[in-house]
């Protein structure tokens, strides 16, 4: 039977037939505790399938590594809240090619320099890598390190854009629902990360996005039901004039 935690669980939300099995034959768990049920008489918690379960816990096993590599790589809050719905950190996976008309094609994780971003003045031009056959995709670039709030999961959003990717991986904007800003971090705050995301969108869905410039990653790729980032991509700029 289920442990005495159990006893207090909600209402069981059992089968309707008054068949039930005496045994854990059926591979049934509580949901309360995890452990297997025995006896579904005598258990008061509502009953899962171990299926169920060990979906449960691969969620949680994959948000705990993924903060836990955060910390290991000595990612601060605003990384790990990324992580949390991203697989790889763009600086990790940079298989987003991002030029700018003025600067050239950046070099991933780049720390650039005031005379640089001063001549970021267009949104650039990107290019995902040669795969599936891309339709409708939404373009994402914020700042993780903006001043928004005190709040690890606002950062400051500079780009949003769907657009469409042709045959050679050349991603063309179609519509912008945030005009691009070029980067303007406070002068002597330190380097700030900009990061660039391109996800799959499905066709006919509408897009939702906040009003304001403050921006959380998670939130919005809930939101819109987006999956794991086709490609992504960051550089770096500390401002200091």
Aim: hydrophobic share 35%.
């Amino acid at each position: 039977m289920c442990a005495p935690c159990c006893q207090q669980a909600v209402v069981s939300a059992r089968p309707q037939r008054d068949t039930r099995p005496t045994n854990n034959r059926g591979g049934f768990v509580c949901e309360h505790c995890l452990r297997p049920v025995t006896d579904y008489r005598i258990c008061s918690s509502r009953v899962i399938s171990q299926a169920t379960m060990v979906k449960i816990l691969r969620e949680c096993l994959t948000t705990l590594i993924l903060v836990s590599l955060a910390a290991s790589q000595g990612a601060d809050p605003r990384l790990a809240e990324v992580l949390l719905c991203t697989t790889v950190a763009p600086a990790d996976q940079c298989n987003l090619q991002v030029t700018y008309p003025t600067v050239g094609t950046v070099r991933c994780d780049a720390n650039f320099s005031n005379a640089d971003v001063d001549a970021m003045l267009q949104a650039p031009k990107l290019k995902v890598p040669l795969g599936p056959v891309y339709g409708r995709v939404v373009v994402v670039m914020f700042d993780l390190d903006a001043p928004v709030s005190e709040q690890p999961k606002d950062g400051f959003v500079h780009w949003v854009a769907e657009a469409t990717v042709d045959s050679t991986g050349n991603v063309q904007t179609t519509s912008q629902l945030k005009d691009y800003y070029q980067p303007k971090p406070p002068v002597g705050k330190g380097s700030h990360r900009y990061q660039f995301y391109v996800y799959d969108f499905p066709p006919g869905a509408t897009l939702q996005v906040t009003d304001g410039r403050a921006f959380q990653l998670c939130q919005f790729v809930r939101t819109n039901g987006l999956n794991q980032p086709i490609a992504s991509f960051q550089f770096r700029y500390a401002r200091t004039v």
